[in-house]
């Protein structure tokens, strides 16, 4: 189904990503959620900011800034990233440092505690050009003939939710961090090991296939959480 119908089609990926998220997503337990808690908010290391700091308490990220949403993405899939800053795999200036001052232990509890939060309503942005938004549809759900290219469905399903650590959950995303790392992996410059696949298929990609993927995949609805421990958590 192409857009015209797009409130439509996304109200459908809504319903059937509250289904799918509450099925899917590992349900931490109430200490992991806790200690994870702490360290986003303070740290691990005296003067040095916690998680919270860009990523912020409730998980949203700063999208207009291209800093990714955290809440709602699957535990396995955070704790992964974590350990690719840390050791390397993934290269990132800011990230690096602050993930290689938390041991295996704290890269699963912050993983624990980002993965319990419910996903904030986004903030309202204008939306894309419905050209823009019908042409990452089709490269979504349909990928390219032209360029030799299969769906990017295929992986992260068609409401864009991922499939546990192996890819992630898109939907809602920022559109300015999806365009960023789609960028990377076009450049070479992003080649952390499960997903070194992702490079083949970002470079049958032009500049502007990039900015209208991540338009259609950031006005998608985003994943929603299990019922969580947060609300239960002490302040």
Known sequence: MMVGAFGVHRLALSLMGALIA???QALADDADVLAGRRIAQQGVLAGHVGCAACHLENGAGQPDVGIPRLAG????YLDQQLSYFASGQRQ???MRPYARMLDARQRQQVAA????LAVPRPVEADAPPLPLL????RIVEYGSADADMPSCSQCHGVSGLGVGDFSPALAGQSAAYIAQQLTDWHDGSRRDPKGIFMQAEALRLSHNDIAAVA???????APVSPVSVQKDLPR
């Not at 019908?134 to 549809?137: K, L, N, P, S, T």
């Open 22 to 24: 509450g099925n899917t």
């Open 113 to 116: 505690y980002y993965a319990s």
């Open 134 to 137: 019908e042409q990452g549809q």
């Open 73 to 76: 993405l699957h535990l396995d």
């Open 215 to 221: 338009a259609y995949l950031a006005a998608l609805p």
């Open 92 to 94: 990132n200036a800011v």
